[in-house]
């Protein structure tokens, strides 16, 4: 009876966490489905559905103003990139490599940024700026926010994101083959072109194809930082939802979801440890 | 010494052989390596401590000794990838103790092999010649022939993780030797192999050594190993080399304890030096044993397990140092029998011989009274 008993509350309790699994995952991926399939609507209308049509996506790319804001957000993003990439691996390999005067410190900070707020973040940075500014001017150039201060930005946070991305590669790094390289007469230069570099260049890529995303869907810090003709497209859309959710939006945010999934997966396929098999 | 000295001398041009290090008219009896107080410290640790050491041109010599005893610590500071914190180091008379590694005319096999992953077999073996600057076709030429020397050829394009262990230790062995070093460092390079195969690459490196000629210095905590492969050993405790010797010297004379315990079984029969001929064994007996030491010296006598003869009471040869005991234990191993012999005898008196007798010999039972004699020439006295 008793036994039976268990037996029954295991098999309830199994469907129990069954059917919870299915509403997280319902939860979670309805309302990116509603999206998808409405930025497909024909109607003029948001919640009244009249229909497929891609037509709301010719709108959007027709859209002088989400054009332009889409090519700050490239131009942000690409830039921030490539600098935090760069930044981000020295600094993963200097924690890695060596012990220097205020390492400790340096290893703790640096991944701040990752926990940090965005909004505090984005406070900082805009008085951070401000203040710059002032000092600046007082020289003479008048400096103001805009596209260079939200790379800026964007480049603060993003180095913090490539180094954790970079180190964890660097951890799982055989340090012999350094040596055996050296012994093998590559100079110090020569085993980190040869060797190092090939090796850790997956964690390097999925570092920035991570830190590409980020850039592309901040919204918080771009608008605090951004001047007038510094709107990157989240801002843009964020700005134009307060005249209410038009199927423009719809279109324009599965487009911004597909390249963030698009990079997101990227690199998380680079990050995979992976036998050498080709 | 001439500049070029990483490249392959004139003989290996002559003959177009790969690897064909100074032939025996070419030595010039300047040695190898020669250490003079190396030591080496991390921090408080002294890893490595006044080793004194001459390796000759052409010797395959083996640094023995238990885990962390420095041997491997040795190695590195004869390849370059630890510098020593004092003392002299000379490779074929060029001090290069303070040289990166990439400037001396050595190479390493190492332990895991440490083979680069993303490069194939061939793109590993070119690495060496690469970084000096041979390229194309001469460079072609020289990875075929290192391939065919460590009989890989079909391998060329396989990843390092597409090979089996041994394959991986000819390939570590070709992308080394590709560059005709003046020494060969190898460090434990049969130790992430199983024992058949072992054995096996045991015979083939031997065999690759006196074929290509150059000296091959090689680390084990093997010591059945470094008895089989080398021309001599170094036997390297607590930071510190013991002795120096061919196999047969540090085998049949060790020159202490350590030395005694470590290379092969022995028997340590305590004691105290009587004179420079006789050792008082607390077992009681008073036998024949030449020694340096001073007469009072607490030591042991060393008697291998194969020279011990057993015999029956009171049937030992006129005059040879015997004990009476007890057969304690026999064991059958089908080319031998070893026999534990309890010694009687009061407190520290009290011991056990082990004998190694060929199967040839009547079979002895447990409990049967014998007594154990050798030769004194077979024995040494060690102390710490």
């Known amino acids: 009876m008793s036994s039976l008993g268990t037996a029954g509350a295991k098999a309830s309790a199994r469907r129990l966490l069954k059917a919870n699994a299915w509403f997280v995952f319902a939860f979670l991926y309805v309302p990116i489905v509603v999206l998808v399939v409405f930025s497909f609507n024909d109607s003029e209308r948001v919640n009244v559905w009249q229909g497929l049509s891609p037509r709301w996506y010719g709108e959007a790319l027709g859209n002088t103003q989400i054009i332009s804001a889409l090519r700050v957000s490239l131009i942000v993003a690409i830039s921030s990139t490539i600098v935090s990439t760069v930044l981000g691996t020295a600094v993963a390999l200097a924690l890695d490599r060596y012990r220097f005067k205020g390492r400790r410190a340096l290893d703790g900070t640096v991944y701040l940024p990752i926990v940090i707020p965005d909004i505090t973040m984005a406070v900082m940075l805009l008085v951070f700026f401000a203040e710059a500014f002032k000092l600046i001017d007082t020289f003479g150039p008048r400096l103001t926010l805009g596209v260079t201060t939200v790379a800026l930005s964007h480049i603060a946070f993003n180095i913090s994101f490539v180094a954790v991305v970079v180190r964890a590669r660097l951890d799982q790094f055989d340090r012999t083959l350094e040596e055996a390289a050296r012994d093998l007469y590559a100079t110090p230069w020569g085993t980190f072109r040869r060797v190092t570099l090939p090796l850790i260049a997956p964690g390097i890529a999925a570092g920035a194809l991570l830190a590409l995303a980020l850039s592309l869907d901040d919204v918080v810090i771009s608008a605090f930082t951004a001047g007038p003709g510094a709107t990157t497209l989240p801002v843009y859309v964020f700005s134009t939802i307060r005249q209410g959710v038009t199927p423009e939006l719809n279109a324009i945010s599965t487009l911004m979801l597909a390249a963030s999934i698009t990079l997101v997966v990227a690199s998380l396929a680079l990050q995979r440890p992976r036998s050498t098999t080709p | ?384």
């Open chain 2, 1 to 384: 010494m001439n500049g070029d000295g990483a490249v392959a001398g004139p003989t290996a041009e002559r003959d177009g052989g790969v690897a064909h290090g100074p032939g025996a008219e070419d030595r010039t009896g300047v040695p190898a390596v020669e250490m003079h107080g190396i030591s080496k410290r991390f921090g408080d640790v002294v890893a490595v401590d006044e080793v004194d050491l001459e390796i000759g041109d052409g010797e395959f010599f083996a640094l023995l000794g238990p885990s962390g005893c420095g041997k491997t610590t040795t190695l590195r500071m004869i390849a370059g990838l630890d510098i020593p914190s004092e003392g002299r180091l000379a490779i074929f008379g060029e001090e290069v103790a303070s040289w990166p590694p990439d400037r001396r005319p050595v190479n390493t096999v190492f332990q895991a092999y440490a083979l680069f992953p993303h490069m194939t077999v061939a793109q590993n073996i070119a690495f060496g010649l690469q970084m000096r600057g041979i390229r194309g076709a001469e460079a072609d030429r020289q990875v075929a022939e290192a391939t065919a020397l460590v009989r890989l050829e079909g391998m060329e394009q396989r990843r390092p993780s597409q090979l089996s262990g041994g394959q991986q230790q000819r390939v570590a062995l070709a992308r080394a030797l590709v560059n005709h070093p003046k020494v060969l460092l190898l460090d434990e390079p049969l130790g992430a192999l199983d024992l058949k195969l072992r054995q096996e690459m045991q015979t083939e490196l031997k065999a690759l050594q006196r074929e290509v000629g150059i000296t091959f210095i090689f680390v084990t905590h093997d010591q059945e190993e470094a008895l089989a492969m080398s021309d001599r050993v170094g036997v390297m405790s607590e930071g510190r080399l013991l002795q120096v010797g061919t196999p047969a010297q540090v085998y049949e004379h060790p020159a202490n304890r350590f030395v005694a315990d470590f290379i092969g079984r022995t028997n340590l029969l305590e004691g105290v030096v009587e004179s420079s001929t006789t050792l008082r064994l607390h077992a009681g007996a008073v036998v024949a044993a030449e020694t340096d030491l001073a007469a009072g010296t607490p030591a042991a006598l060393s008697v291998r397990p194969e020279q011990v003869r057993l015999h029956g009471r009171g049937e030992t040869p006129q005059g040879a140092p015997c004990l009476d005991g007890v057969i304690g234990d026999a064991t059958y191993l089908g080319h031998a029998f070893v026999y534990t012999v309890s010694i009687g005898g009061s407190g520290d008196g009290a011991t056990t011989i082990t004998v190694r007798a060929e199967t040839g010999s009547a079979a002895l039972a447990v409990g049967e009274p014998v007594s154990a004699s050798w030769l004194p020439a077979t024995t040494t006295v060690v102390a710490d």
